[in-house]
């Protein structure tokens, strides 16, 4: 499968913003998705994940602003951004894998598949 990250743009503090992981040349079914984030000179960090089996999870700085979801009907996984803040500016990046652990969902070394990365910036 490869991934294609959109969505991203520049927003104002508690703006909201949605980001949007579409598949092409498979499906997502099977599938577990994660959303993670990274700035420059730091380690790529695990933002939320869809996994196959339809559960999610969320880091703590994210958790009641943002929601994950899939669109069946698109073959994409969605990253719903609400009342974000300074602190979210990054580029997000989508990943996927069919052979996610359970315990292992929030590491980027899980995921053989990775989108470009699409910027997001919240700034007054």
């Known amino acids: 499968v490869q991934l294609q990250a959109s969505g991203g743009g520049w927003v104002q503090p508690g703006e909201s913003l949605s980001l949007s992981c579409t598949a092409s040349?498979?499906?997502?079914?099977?599938?577990?998705v994660a959303w993670f984030r990274q700035v420059p000179e730091k380690e790529r960090e695990f933002v939320a994940v869809f996994r196959w089996t339809g559960t999610t999870l969320y880091a703590d700085s994210v958790k009641g602003r943002f929601t994950i979801s899939r669109n069946s009907a698109k073959d994409a996984v969605n990253l719903q951004m609400n009342s974000l803040k300074p602190e979210d500016t990054a580029v997000y990046y989508c990943a996927a894998s069919r052979t996610v652990i359970a315990s292992s969902t929030s590491s980027p070394d899980a995921y053989s598949t990775w989108g470009q990365g699409t910027q997001v910036t919240v700034s007054s």
């Open positions: 040349g498979s499906t997502f079914h099977g599938y577990t």
